[in-house]
Structures are given as C-alpha cells and as structure tokens.
C-alpha cells in the first residue's frame, strides 16, 4: 500500500514563502514521477507541478511558473515544492501525487495520492 503524507501547509501573508514536503513509502520511489496539484475552494483540482523520475525534468502550470519550484530527493523518498511570493490566489489544499510514469502531466496519470495539506496565503 502506497503511502503519500504531505507536510508544510499553513496560514501566510501575500509576499512570503512555504515549503512544502511529501514523504512517500514506496521501495521504488525513483521510477515515479511525482507531482503537486491544488484545489482551491470551489473549484476544480488542478496540475501545478510534475517532475521526472531522476528530476532532470520539470513541468509547471502558467500561474506558478518562475515562483515554484519542484525538487526531489530520491534517497530521502520525498519531493519537495518551494513556493515563494506567494498570492491569495495560491490559497488551495495542495495534494502529492505519484504516477507510474517517467513525468506525468495529466491527472488521470496519477495513480496515488496524499491526504493533501492547507495552504492560506492572506492578502
């Protein structure tokens, strides 16, 4: 049973920076490849992040590019998202995914998923 536990959620002021964690129990972390996604209130759950079994390749979304970045550290089993200057529209539950994929842009790619963890980025 794969496991994802994301950590590193919380309530910030427009301008600042969080970093998120997701710590994964797979053996063979290193064939997946990872990714964050995100649901604000209402709306619909959606890609930000994905990156590449070795990390050498990286997507992210039009609203987050240049802010975010996606890293992994495969001995650790965990991926990582730094988030810097952060917007209220970045409020959202953001969820870890995994996908038996090299890199993985589509949601219906994603074979496990984290609990997910809040975000509030106040204005």
């Known amino acids: 049973q794969v496991q994802l536990a994301e950590s590193g959620g919380g309530l910030v002021q427009a301008g600042d920076s969080l970093r998120l964690s997701c710590v994964a129990s797979?053996?063979?972390?290193?064939?997946?490849?990872m990714g964050w996604f995100r649901q604000p209130p209402g709306k619909e759950r959606a890609l930000v992040a994905a990156i590449s079994w070795t990390g050498g390749s990286t997507y992210y979304a039009d609203s987050v590019r240049g802010r975010f970045t996606i890293s992994r550290d495969n001995a650790k089993n965990t991926v990582y998202l730094q988030m810097n200057t952060l917007k209220p529209e970045d409020t959202a539950v953001y969820y870890c995914s995994a996908a038996l994929a090299q890199i993985a842009t589509m949601e219906f790619e994603y074979d496990y998923w984290g609990q997910g963890t809040q975000v509030t980025v106040s204005s």
């Open positions: 797979m053996r063979t972390f290193s064939t997946y490849g």
